[in-house]
């Protein structure tokens, strides 16, 4: 990569200063940057710079900024590997901008800049949260590249930076600030409406993770994650006008009808009716925060019926499902995984991240996009690298006015490459068909061309989830280090007859073990009467995706006295010296959110 010609300190003084608690927003981002990688958590974007701008235009640009927004002058006092519970604004500092000069494409090098300084840890405790780098080629300033603290600024807010800086750059004066500091929005959570709007998200996400499937991919092909994912990107310029005309025809936003179409979709592959999903970027719902500069990310969750009986109907309730999604979508992260812990232990299933959508489409400067080349070909279909995301299925959506822009992550384990940009074309068609009109969801299969997954062998839905007797039988021989064990649904639950095998056991001993198995992260006490040796008392486990997605532990355990002599002794025979159904030690949110 080509050396930076110089580097200039900027000095920048702001009108405010002070500490103050988090903001749900920053906690939770926080608490993501200190346990993913970097490289996956820092944002990373590149500004066009308006013609006519130069170095000290734009470097005075950046200088009022930090100065205007206190977020950018907002540190995390504590150390590095411990999450912080203060933020702390400084009225004053200063940041180092590189510049480059470049004879070769000046947005490729933004580009390069920004990916070779996106897997540096950003130190919250001292650092200004903005890596900048100009980038001049044909003899003036052209692109600006910017890496990001997610803790500082999620994708809305760093689009308002853009604005800002550009306004600033080309001689505009700023208005006064509106939306509400970090510091003015942790009050405001605080405040006993802020309580209550927190208290109804978690309600939200209680009843989705009791009620709804567990999983969505639940069929015979599932194998365990490589968490690798290839990335598979789409341009079309014809979506773009036919998601334009399906919105307008149905009254709709073009995020909607993508939405619906990615939903409609994934049923289809999943032969699921309720599909569940985790949206990103959505926390902009609510008055006032739209300008609001710093980190709101926190994932929506949402369930959406697609038993409809056109797209149309699917569109209108997928209006309604982000909504209540986005609503609730503001929370005590801390108490979110509590309940994702605490509700997996009772249901015996834990939550996984099946399936994810980001539609950043209206946080991409139209600026970024309006000179792109139109797509020789219409789609245009790219394969990129792989990324690690623990998922199986994740949509990012980065345009939809004039050409659509999106890419794909598919776990190899359950798509391969054809049935990847399969799920793509067929988003495609049905957005084409929605165009024109309802199109009934019973022709889904030959509009798209998308087969349902195959459920072979002995596969019963337990509740809202599918699941795999033979997987729960495999699960119980691993948690239970082989004792004689019979599996069976009777009455739409699962009831395993556990032989003691003159080991004792008790059905809150059998329920820890096979809980410590699935990969659930419930602290499991005297979980270590089947862990390994040395691993101690109270062990934590577990991960997004357990690779046990289509097993669930039994509703009911009886520990039968002795063993049966054969494959094919009646086991009702034996005596019962206890059962239960082992869900003692985790705390129902149902009643205590009611």
């Known amino acids: 990569m080509t050396e930076a010609t110089r580097s200039v300190v900027v000095r920048y003084a702001g009108q405010s200063s002070g500490s103050g608690p988090l903001t749900l927003g920053q906690d939770n981002m926080i608490r993501c940057i200190l346990h993913d990688d970097p490289a996956h958590i820092n944002k990373h974007v590149v500004w066009p710079v308006p013609p006519g701008v130069g170095v000290d235009s734009a470097l005075y640009a950046l200088q009022v900024i930090a100065g205007r927004h206190e977020a950018l002058r907002t540190v995390y006092p504590g150390s590095a590997d411990v999450q912080p519970t203060v933020q702390e604004v400084r009225a004053d500092g200063e940041f180092t901008v590189d510049v480059f000069e470049t004879a070769g494409d000046p947005e490729e090098l933004a580009w390069e800049i920004g990916l070779s300084r996106l897997g540096a840890r950003f130190d919250l405790a001292a650092d200004f949260p903005l890596r900048l780098a100009l980038v001049i080629g044909g003899g003036r300033l052209a692109w600006i590249s910017v890496v990001v603290c997610h803790a500082a600024a999620d994708a809305v807010g760093t689009a308002v930076l853009f604005e800002d800086w550009k306004d600033l750059a080309t001689g505009r004066e700023l208005p006064p600030l509106t939306a509400p500091t970090p510091r003015d929005l942790a009050a405001q959570e605080r405040s006993s409406s802020g309580e209550r709007r927190a208290k109804a998200s978690l309600r939200h996400w209680e009843r989705i993770l009791r009620t709804c499937p567990h999983a969505v991919f639940a069929d015979s092909d599932l194998a365990p994650s490589t968490g690798s994912l290839p990335t598979f990107m789409l341009h079309s310029v014809s979506m773009a006008a036919n998601c334009a005309a399906a919105a307008q025809r149905t009254g709709t936003s073009p995020s909607t009808i993508m939405f619906a179409a990615y939903v409609a979709v994934v049923s289809q592959r999943a032969a699921q009716q309720t599909i569940v999903l985790a949206a990103l970027s959505a926390n902009r719902h609510r008055a006032g925060l739209e300008d609001y500069v710093g980190s709101l990310a926190q994932d929506a969750l949402i369930s959406l019926d697609t038993d409809a009986e056109d797209f149309d109907e699917l569109i209108s309730r997928a209006a309604s499902a982000t909504m209540a999604g986005y609503w609730h979508s503001t929370f005590d992260s801390r108490k979110i995984w509590q309940i994702i812990d605490d509700v997996g232990y009772l249901r015996g299933a834990r939550f996984a991240r099946h399936v994810v959508l980001n539609d950043l489409s209206v946080t991409i400067p139209e600026e970024v996009t309006r000179n792109r080349p139109v797509p020789a070909e219409d789609p245009q279909l790219t394969w990129l690298p792989e990324k690690g ?42 957005v084409e068909a929605a165009a024109a009109g309802p199109v009934p969801l019973a022709g ?29 039988r495999e699960l119980l021989d691993l948690a239970l280090a082989k004792r004689p064990v019979r599996v069976q649904e009777v009455g739409g639950r699962l009831v395993a007859r556990i032989a ?14 096979v809980m410590a198995t699935l990969g659930n992260s419930h602290r499991l ?33 009886v520990i039968c006295a002795g ?5 094919d002794q009646d086991w009702s025979g034996l005596p019962v010296a206890a059962r239960g159904d082992g869900r003692e030690g985790a705390t129902d949110w149902a009643a205590l959110l009611s």
Not at 459 to 468: A, D, K, Q, T, V
Not at 549 to 557: D, L
């Open 525 to 557: 006490r005297g979980a270590a009467d089947f862990a390994e040796p040395g691993t101690g008392e109270n062990i934590t486990v577990g991960a997004a995706l357990s690779g046990w997605e289509s097993a669930m532990a039994p509703q009911e355990y």
């Open 444 to 472: 889904l299969a030959a509009l798209t061309g998308i087969v349902p997954g195959r459920r072979e062998g002995e596969w019963n839905r337990i509740g809202s989830s599918w699941i795999e007797l033979d997987a729960v």
């Open 389 to 430: 995301i623990p998922t199986r299925l994740m949509l990012n959506i980065w345009r939809l006015r004039d050409c659509v822009e999106l890419t794909l992550h598919a776990d190899p384990r359950l798509f391969d490459q054809a049935e990847t940009e399969q799920l793509a074309l067929g988003m495609m068609r049905l």
């Open 563 to 567: 063993s049966p002599s054969g494959p």
């Open 500 to 513: 003691d095998d003159d080991r004792p056991l008790t059905p809150e001993q059998a329920h820890r073990a």
